[in-house]
């Protein structure tokens, strides 16, 4: 009998065992499909704003025409020239190599490193499977995408580690172990991928997106606990992408020494030994596509501290990075920030004690039990603050400064995003508890309420996109006048000489080397020349100069004697909410000479595909 007894009792713990694998087993499935599924949209949403959007404004100008020169050039044109050339033979064959940056410097130099590697993995392709030139633009951005979207997971992976650690105990010395997708990680691409700013421009050549790269690598790192490695990347991007990294490196590096992770010592020798390190092995490469001794960084921090350059291009009030830059490009995420910090069981606890309590008061005329302060303490939740308070104090450093953009931001926003993602983990968490009793009002409010704001969110930023569009009327009109060639020819209205004109405003909103190929392409029995504005003194076009050697005009004037208009591009949008619609206006105008114009009607019979 009590043998009997025993192995029922041992049976039952058995059966409860089992049931517990089952319900954590269940767990984690769901847990992994939520993770796929949050990985999907980020992935559904850049890749909807990079095959909507596929042009580039003048900002992405610099590195897309450096991929397109050191794909189909690469470096050998320099070296000849040094190599065969004496000095004053390789200054006059200086203005003959065929590299745009040499023709359209810019304001300031940029560092080849990134345009470098993405062109000799669009060559590896080619070489594996070759592609048409027309695809070169959207393979690059894949591959600045995939780039981007690893970060982004590893980021989340690293987060799964950290919850998991901080559940088991562990030290942050730790060697970090395979983990389960947490709730944490998952909510970081969730409300990443339901913003504008991050997923469009996650393929887009700016050097904000490249330093974005590095920093979300150096982000996982500091969270895995391997702040050496994390402070070496923060360096190497700094003096490598963006000289503004130092205004996230500074209250980085505070942390670190405040918290012992790193010393004096150990950050100037590791500072230094990063930096020597980029340095030398950069400049040669940049002096020598340049054509001058430069470290890009070196110069743009020079024009912005010592000149202060920046303040040309328009200033904003020191408030801006607040009340505007971060409710744009966070939208209704923003909103979840401020959770981040506030642990809501606690909180209703104290909430309905100190509620108790002043009934009491009230009652009994007796003083308030001094625990309700002590108890308020334990509402607020400052394990992550470590990793807020440097991204706090990028955007208030960086509002000291006249010249804001949103783009400045992209590198912090990632620890912005997490800071959201642990106030969705919050009210998860009191909304959903693990426990078998029905969620109260304010539970289902609040998750409510959490749920409607990333939705909200997600469709602003789908209209965002779709505004987004018909932001690039030059580089649709360069697609446009390739077609208008092509049925000329066909129908032998026109010679095969076709020498095009490209104006600023066109030149800014699409027009690329690229694009320039791809409308050889789709005419390939033209014989075709391009000439491009600029701001630079030598391709600024003065009223004094004839346009009687174009065939062709891109540009924003239609009214230009001796041309007719061809076609008139959309641009200039805005979103109507009332209605429901994006209206746009004529912003870029194709002109053809009225000797050699075709009829528009014949033309227009070609789309834009």
């Known amino acids: 009998m009590h043998d009997r007894r025993l192995d029922t009792h041992a049976a039952s713990i058995i059966l409860g065992q089992d049931k517990g694998m089952v319900l954590s087993l269940t767990l984690s499935k769901r847990k ?76 300031v130099p ?72 947490s709730t944490l990680g998952t909510y970081l691409l969730l409300v990443t991928a339901v913003q504008f700013h991050i997923p469009f421009y996650a393929s887009r050549f700016l050097a904000n997106s490249f330093a974005t790269v590095m920093t979300l690598h150096a982000y996982s790192d500091w969270i895995l606990g391997k702040v050496h490695r994390a402070a070496c990347i923060l360096v190497v991007a700094m003096t490598l992408l963006r000289c503004d990294l130092v205004l996230l490196l500074l209250p980085c590096g505070l942390v670190w020494l405040y918290k012992g992770q790193l010393t004096i010592i150990s950050s100037l ?70 959770l981040s910090f506030i642990k809501f069981l606690p909180l209703q606890l104290w909430m309905t004690n100190h509620l108790r309590n ?69 009210i998860h968490e009191f909304a959903l508890p693990d426990k078998d009793k029905p969620s109260s009002k304010i539970e289902k409010l609040s998750f409510g309420c959490m749920v409607l704001a990333l939705l909200l969110s997600l469709v602003a930023s789908i209209s965002f996109v779709m505004v987004s569009s018909w932001n690039y009327p030059g580089g649709r009109a360069l697609h446009r006048l390739g077609y208008i060639v092509k049925e000329s020819l066909e129908h032998g209205n026109d010679s095969k000489d076709v020498h095009v004109y490209i104006d600023v405003a066109a030149a800014m909103t699409g027009v690329s080397l690229i694009g320039q190929r791809a409308a050889q392409v789709i005419a390939p029995n033209a014989r075709w020349t391009f000439e491009k504005g600029g701001f630079e003194d030598e391709h600024a076009f003065s009223k004094n100069d004839a346009y009687e050697k174009y065939t062709h005009l891109l540009s924003e004037t239609p009214d230009i004697p001796g041309f007719r208009v061809l076609e008139a591009v959309q641009g200039n949008p805005r979103l109507e909410w009332r209605h429901g619609q994006i209206v746009t206006s004529d912003a870029i105008y194709i002109l053809g000479q009225t000797a050699r114009t075709v009829d528009r009607l014949s033309a227009a019979e070609f789309s834009l595909n």
Request: glycine share 4%; charged share 15%.
């Open 32 to 107: 992994a499909a939520a993770r796929l599924c949050s990985q999907l949209l980020v992935l559904s949403v850049s890749l909807t704003g990079l095959f909507l959007c596929p042009y580039s404004k003048v900002e992405e100008s610099f590195a897309l025409q450096a991929i397109h020169d050191s794909f189909y050039f690469g470096l050998k044109p320099l070296l000849l020239m040094h190599v065969n050339s004496t000095g004053a033979e390789a200054a006059k064959e200086f203005y003959l190599l065929p590299y745009d940056h040499l023709q359209y410097p810019g304001v």
């Open 358 to 426: 002043l009934k009491q008061q009230q009652q009994q005329q007796q003083p308030l039990a001094p625990s309700s302060t002590l108890s308020l303490q334990r509402c607020f939740d400052t394990t992550w603050l470590q990793f807020f308070l440097p991204a706090a104090a990028f955007v208030m450093l960086y509002s000291l400064l006249g010249h804001k953009e949103i783009r400045f931001l992209f590198p912090v926003l990632p620890l912005w995003n997490m800071a959201a993602a642990i106030g969705c983990q919050h």
């Open 110 to 181: 940029r560092t080849f490193a990134g345009p470098l590697i993405i062109s000799a993995l669009c060559r590896l392709t080619q070489c594996l499977l070759p592609f048409e030139i027309e695809h070169l633009n959207i393979l690059a951005r894949l591959f600045l995408l995939a780039l981007q979207l690893h970060a982004w997971f590893r980021m989340a992976r690293a987060l799964d580690w950290r919850v998991q650690q901080q559940g088991d105990g562990a030290t942050e010395t730790s060697r970090p172990a395979i983990s389960s997708p």
């Open 269 to 338: 020798r590791l500072g230094i030994q990063s930096m020597l390190a980029t340095i030398v092995l950069s400049v040669p490469v940049d002096s020598l596509l340049w054509q001058r001794l430069v470290w890009p960084e070196g110069v743009v921090l020079y024009e912005n501290l010592v000149h202060n350059k920046s303040v040309e291009y328009g200033t904003s009030p020191w408030h801006w990075y607040v009340t505007s830059a971060l409710p744009k490009s966070m939208l209704l995420t923003l909103c979840l920030v401020p």
